[in-house]
């Protein structure tokens, strides 16, 4: 079984920048993707950046290319997602998230992803 735990949200001035953690316990042998979504008051949850466990390979939604990273550390066994340039639209809630389903390339779908962590709160004022 895996277990995600985010670390690292705050508040910050627009143009600023933040990294979010993940922490994952357990095998990491049976998760093929891990990612990163947001959710904004009154909106849908949405996919930001994503990372292929066995290939290494990364995407990211268009809104945030150029201006988020997503890596990871595989001796801390965490997940992390540098935030830079951040703007008050990129204000959200920020889960990190698994799929233990096979796949050549990282679903975006939210439904894709069967674990999730219990969220961090990013706050960018103007």
């Known amino acids: 079984e895996v277990q995600l735990v985010e670390s690292g949200g705050g508040s910050v001035q627009s143009g600023g920048s933040l990294r979010l953690s993940c922490e994952v316990s357990?095998?990491?042998?049976?998760?093929?993707?891990m990612g990163w979504f947001r959710q904004a008051p009154g909106k849908e949850r949405e996919g930001v950046a994503f990372?292929?466990?066995?290939?290494?390979?990364?995407a990211y939604t268009s809104s945030v290319r150029g201006r988020f990273t997503i890596s990871r550390d595989n001796a801390k066994n965490t997940l992390y997602l540098q935030m830079d340039i951040l703007k008050p639209e990129d204000t959200a809630m920020y889960y990190c998230?698994?799929?233990?389903?096979?796949?050549?390339?990282?679903?975006?779908?939210?439904?894709?992803?069967?674990?999730w962590g219990q969220g961090a709160q990013v706050t960018v004022s103007s």
């Open positions: 998230a698994a799929d233990r389903t096979f796949r050549d390339a990282c679903s975006m779908s939210v439904t894709a992803f069967d674990t």
């Open positions: 990372k292929n466990i066995p290939y290494g390979g990364t």
């Open positions: 357990g095998s990491l042998r049976s998760v093929y993707c």
